[in-house]
């Protein structure tokens, strides 16, 4: 009897850890490639941001369900630029470009963990 009842006590514990990380933050894989069409524009080889480039952020924008989810994303946007040699100067102008409201200044230099 001591066993099954540790064994319930194991699996519910198991079903509550499952539920917690399918509620994860948005992953870099997904972010990256709603984001992936801004980088013409980002590194200031495009004039304007594209259709495509304004669609998958404003998808990326409308999965945003906490603010992890937000810090996530900014997060990962961060480690891309960095890479990829982004320039502030296109980058801030994305969001207005695209009609999408971030609520915080979009440059690499944002410190995502005070994202409110």
């Given at each position: 009897m001591k066993n099954l009842f540790f064994s319930m006590v194991?699996?519910?514990?198991?079903?509550f850890f499952l539920a917690n990380v399918s509620e994860a933050a948005i992953a870099c894989g997904t972010v990256d490639a709603k984001a992936a069409a801004c980088f013409g524009f980002a590194t200031g080889k495009a004039p304007t941001p594209t259709s495509a480039c304004c669609s998958g952020l404003q998808q990326l924008s409308q999965s945003v369900k906490t603010v992890d989810d937000k810090k996530a994303i900014c997060r990962c946007l961060k480690a891309?630029?960095?890479s990829l040699g982004v320039q502030d100067r296109f980058l801030s102008k994305i969001p207005s470009a695209c009609g999408i409201k971030v609520g915080f200044p979009v440059s690499t230099a944002t410190n995502c963990e005070t994202i409110p």
């Open positions: 194991s699996m519910v514990s198991l079903i891309g630029a960095r």
